[in-house]
């Protein structure tokens, strides 16, 4: 018996880390927004290592926050390390990255759902959509619970025809020991959209009093822990170690032993896992000359013994786990708590979605996540964001928000995705943008916090922080261009200690910054009556000056990048119609059905001939039809 | 892309004469005012629209390259309806080529197939009844150009960039599996490793830059071999081309010595004639013609000047000399044509274009200038056989390798001023995608799968 149980302006399925930040931005928006979860125990659930951040990945999260998102608060209130990588390979690719207590993790981003105005968080397992015509109209739940929405945004992560595999054991299961999701499944089906096949894994998680920490080498976090927030301002915490092993020959012996009892190698498992993150036994196959792999063992918070094995994601049998983890130098008595496993689900190719990531085919239908062929928290995050943010948009008839390439990794992401597709869950990477040493962790608040505003996500607190922050930049480039010093025989010396040249003249601040070898708390030391900024306005004024070389070519890059990028093509154009067009670039345009000209011309197998042409048409069909068009 | 500003020949190469040099888009006039000199002192940026101004091109380093007539017409009142220059030069092929190189080097891109008339459209020049014959005008240049390019692909060329650009993808791959992977054991470059393999990068890049169009012929000479049977004419065809009466062979046929080179100029154009002892006045030409010795001096030829005798028309000879030949860049001298002219070659048509069929009397020395224009035109379209196998004819080509040049000494340059690994690699892509341009891959996939396939990555 099926009831009207409420109506909303957007409904989230799941609260996954996509489906949290897609529910906060809808309702911090102004929308009536449900959020449902298969089950409160698992709100942001963090399924695999206990970690936020890293490269790419790190600058991912700086990005929501920017946009006003959650999940770099949420962080910086429950991590218990906190680490800078790459910090020796240029600003662009600093990455922060945390280990985080997952139950705190997840108890903090339920409370924040839980007390968010306008959003309400239920549990309840949805059976199926409600579309009429062309447009989503609400969700039905196994319990009859009818909720109407005009906007529906999916983020079911793995649990769509989720599927457990331990070596020859298999059942129907989400992920840890949670129930599947088979009935939602079917109903994105019978609306049309297709569905693929993904598998990925995770590896087995031990218990800390069984290991013998003095065989492993201590991994400690930073002294000065950095923040993910651009709001947060907690400095100190106590952090705890990571610790560092590797294995042994005994081990890939075992793996080798066993091999024939992997359901990766024995054809049990169809769908594609991701190349970044490889079993075990792939990396031993593959890799066989390698005599060993690194081991990270992770806490997986301050009030658990359990810890995450790092490096050693499998699908060999229950008993060979243990076996093999058993050769580790360190875990030579360690007691398995839970088994490592691969797990297969559906995704929706994201070929299917718009860059607001609403599908082509159902209007007000969104999706994000996992779902969309991807791996990770912080992709999956990202994606919620601006499926919540542009389901509200939608909700109001405004138009979607959209992050270009050149705007933020959010955007290559999104891109990626939709224009290009993925045939193994796409992990974020630094070398897969183009403007990276614009698209800096340190500037992801210049770069999107005035986008967050204008859609009515970022509150008046962060814009007056980000206002602030931006002027202090500017006053400081400015007073340094217009500041200089005089080549007194002190700033000889202090030049050439510090292995630069000598000045002739008056030399201007800036122009000293700008040497590789100056850096601005250098110029600090030289000046004295340096004004006390904060630090991350300091960096920032050192990095904008020092890498401006840089930064104008690709300013320039992008200039030419977003010309193609503003060119729209129209919604009515027929591919069919044009003569000229190869017969791949017409199939390949015809399934994408590309926004800009731009995002065209990244489609493989469409070449810059098929562009000009394209071109050459849109300017006919727009001559012959001014006034309407 | 629609906002740079291109360039192109836009009448047919011919092989004397006027050809024009088009330039459009907004920088046409600074680019071109960077190596135009009036005569007259006059600036091209204070032209009047549709005069004519009249000087040199001089190229970067103020070399004199032709002689020229510049017209500059703003837009929208031109063909592209933006700023267009066009350059009409003298000096012929050569001229013309080299003015176009050098208004590339002042900072014109290559115009794509058909990319004026396309700029002409978008621009609102030409009418909607024009859309279609643009359109067809794209696909039909680029259908060539493809074809060009395919068949460059499968040579040398294609073979050469493709190893450049897999040492670039993978010195790339271990930076970038550095900075995405930083806590997997993978061994980091050191700067020193980054330094000595980006020499390695430039200095093979270089080579190719070098031979380039004409750099191999001027360095080396083009190897060119006179053949024809007994008393044709090619030792005075050879006196000709160097210009003096000398005997630069023995007397006696096959004894002295076995090949004899001899270095010319034609018209800047150097020329290693090189005449086969063997094939000299001899009893059973073919016989000796079938010597390894002769063998090798054919198979190294980049040219070779076939001689026929216009007065005994096509003999039994001849036409074994052909069978030998015919395989090369051949070009046919019909001497004696002060006796005869009617002649009959049409066995050979089918071999040679007409162009390369050339009427001499040697005698009175006429058609020596015809065959000298032909060489040179052979040279700097890159016809000529050596060119061919040495690798880079094409301007658009050259002009990748220069573009991929320049971001390759811009990690040499990172390097120098201690700058962060992450900057290099902005140009270690920018050099990949670069030599990627002319191969026709530029899809950043490769460096994902290339970092996968080499490190040990994962969780």
């Known amino acids: ?629 | 892309m629609v906002d740079d500003t291109i360039a192109a020949i836009s009448t047919p190469i011919g092989a004397a004469g006027i050809g024009i040099v088009r330039v459009s888009g907004r920088q046409a006039i600074p680019i071109v005012e960077k190596i135009f000199r009036s005569l007259k002192k006059r600036k091209l940026a204070d032209a009047r629209n549709y005069s004519l101004l009249y000087g040199h091109i001089v190229d970067l380093e103020g070399r004199v390259i032709d002689e020229v007539l510049v017209s500059v017409m703003r837009g929208p009142h031109s063909f592209t309806a933006e700023d267009v220059v066009e350059i009409n030069c003298h000096g012929g092929v050569v001229a013309v080529r080299k003015t176009l190189e050098t208004v590339f080097r002042a900072g014109a891109r290559p115009a794509e197939p058909g990319e004026f008339s396309k700029r002409a459209f978008l621009n609102g020049r030409l009418d909607l009844a024009q859309a279609e014959s643009v359109m067809d005008l794209i696909n039909a240049k680029t259908e060539k150009s493809l074809k060009v390019a395919v068949n460059q692909l499968e040579g040398k060329l294609s073979v050469e960039i493709k190893k450049i650009r897999a040492e670039l993808l993978e010195l790339l791959a271990h930076i970038e599996a550095g900075i995405d992977f930083p806590e997997h054991d993978i061994e980091e470059v050191s700067r020193s490793q980054i330094e000595q393999k980006t020499r390695d990068i430039l200095g093979k890049i270089d080579a190719l830059i070098d031979s380039a169009g004409t750099g191999k012929v001027f360095r080396e000479g083009l190897r060119t071999v006179i053949v024809g049977k007994p008393n044709v004419g090619k030792s005075s065809l050879l006196n000709a081309l160097l210009k003096e009466k000398r005997a630069i062979v023995t007397d006696i046929p096959g004894t002295t010595r076995d090949v004899i080179e001899e270095i010319v100029s034609i018209r800047g154009i150097p020329l290693k004639l090189v005449d086969t002892a063997g094939i000299r006045e001899t009893e059973d030409l073919v016989e000796k013609i079938g010597v390894q010795k002769t063998k090798e001096v054919f198979e190294e030829a980049d040219l070779v000047l076939f001689m026929i005798d216009a007065s005994t028309g096509i003999t039994e000879d001849d036409r074994d000399i052909f069978r030998l030949v015919k395989g090369k860049r051949n070009l046919v001298i019909v001497n004696k044509t002060d006796i005869r002219r009617d002649i009959d070659i049409s066995d050979m048509e089918k071999y040679v274009e007409k162009e390369d069929v050339i009427e001499t009397s040697l005698l009175h020395g006429r058609g020596l200038d015809k065959l000298e224009a032909r060489i040179e035109e052979l040279v700097y379209s890159g016809l000529a056989a050596g060119q061919e196998e040495l690798l880079v004819t094409n301007i658009r080509h050259k002009n990748a390798l220069e573009k991929a040049r320049r971001s390759v000494e811009g990690v040499l340059k990172a390097l120098d001023a201690h700058l962060p690994t992450d900057c290099m690699a902005i140009d270690l892509k920018e050099a990949y995608d670069s030599l990627g341009e002319i191969t026709g891959e530029t899809v950043s996939e490769d460096l994902i799968d290339q970092i996968f396939s080499r490190f040990c990555i994962g969780k």
């Open chain 1, 1 to 629: 018996m099926e009831y009207l149980a409420g109506e909303y302006d957007v409904i989230v399925i799941g609260t996954g880390h996509a489906g949290c930040e897609a529910a906060l931005a809808a309702a911090r928006m102004g929308c009536k927004t449900l959020v449902l979860t298969l089950n409160m125990e698992n709100v942001a659930f963090m399924p695999c290592n206990p970690a936020v951040g890293g490269p790419a990945k790190g600058h991912l999260v700086r990005e929501i926050d920017a946009l006003g998102g959650e999940m770099g608060i949420n962080t910086d209130e429950t991590n218990i390390q906190v680490r800078m990588l790459n910090t020796g390979k240029g600003p662009a690719v600093h990455a922060l990255r945390a280990q985080a207590d997952k139950k705190l993790y997840q108890a903090r981003m339920k409370k924040v759902l839980e007390n968010q105005e306008r959003l309400d968080l239920k549990q309840a397992l949805v059976e199926r959509l409600l579309v009429k015509g062309e447009s989503v109209e609400g969700v039905v739940t196994r319990t009859g619970a009818v909720f109407k929405a005009r906007a529906v945004v999916i983020t079911t992560g793995t649990f769509l025809r989720g599927r457990i595999i331990i070596g020859d054991v298999s059942y129907s299961g989400g992920p840890n020991g949670q129930a599947p999701s088979l009935g939602l499944a079917e109903s994105l089906k019978e609306i049309g959209l297709e569905l693929g096949r993904f598998k990925t894994g995770t590896p087995p998680r031990v218990n800390r009093r069984s290991i013998d920490f003095s065989k492993m080498i201590i991994q400690p976090g930073d002294e000065k822990p950095h923040n993910f927030s651009f709001m947060s301002r907690k400095r100190y915490r106590e952090q705890i170690p990571c610790w560092l092993t590797y294995t042994s020959e005994e081990t890939h012996k075992i793996i080798r032993e066993n091999l024939h009892r992997s359901p990766l190698y024995s054809g049990m498992i169809e769908g594609i896992g991701p190349r970044y993150c490889p079993s075990i036994e792939d990396k031993v196959v593959r890799f066989a000359d390698k005599p060993n792999h690194q081991i990270f063992l992770e806490p997986e918070g301050r009030d658990t013994e359990e810890m995450y094995v790092q490096g050693f994601s499998t699908s060999l049998p229950e008993d060979v786990q243990i076996k093999m983890l058993r050769t580790i130098p360190g875990l030579e008595r360690v007691e398995m708590m839970r088994t490592g496993y691969a797990i297969e689900y559906d995704y929706l190719p994201p070929t299917q979605l718009k860059l607001s990531l609403e599908t082509k085919k159902i209007k007000g239908l969104f999706s994000a996540g996992q779902l969309n062929g991807t791996s990770g928290y912080e992709e999956a995050a990202a994606q919620g964001i601006i499926a919540g943010i542009n389901a509200a948009l939608y909700v109001r008839d405004r138009e979607p928000l959209i992050l270009k390439r050149s705007d933020a990794y959010i955007g290559v992401l999104i891109d990626d995705l939709v224009t290009k597709g993925t045939n193994e869950p796409y992990r974020i990477m630094t070398s897969r943008a183009e403007y990276r040493l614009l698209l800096r962790q340190d500037n992801a608040d210049l770069r999107l916090t005035q986008m967050g505003r204008s859609v009515g996500l970022v509150d008046d607190e962060r814009y007056r922080v980000f206002e602030q922050k931006s002027r202090l930049i500017e006053q400081e480039k400015n007073r340094l261009a217009e500041t200089s010093v005089a080549p007194l025989e002190e700033v000889q010396n202090f030049l050439l200690s510090k292995g630069s040249s000598e000045i002739k003249q008056h030399t201007l601040l800036i122009d000293l910054l700008k040497r590789p070898e100056i850096s601005y708390a250098d110029l600090r030391r030289l000046m004295g009556d340096f004004p006390d900024l904060p630090e991350e306005v300091a960096e920032q004024v050192e990095v904008q000056v020092k890498y401006e070389g840089y930064i104008k070519r690709q300013l320039e890059q992008v200039e030419r990048f977003k010309k193609l990028e503003n060119k729209k093509i129209p919604e009515w154009i027929v591919y069919d119609e044009i003569k000229g067009l190869s017969t791949e670039a017409r199939q390949k345009l015809n399934k994408l059905r590309p926004l800009s000209v731009g995002q065209a011309s990244r489609i493989s197998g469409v070449s810059p001939a098929d562009i000009s042409i394209l071109l050459v048409y849109m300017e006919q069909k727009r001559r012959e039809a001014p006034e309407e068009a």
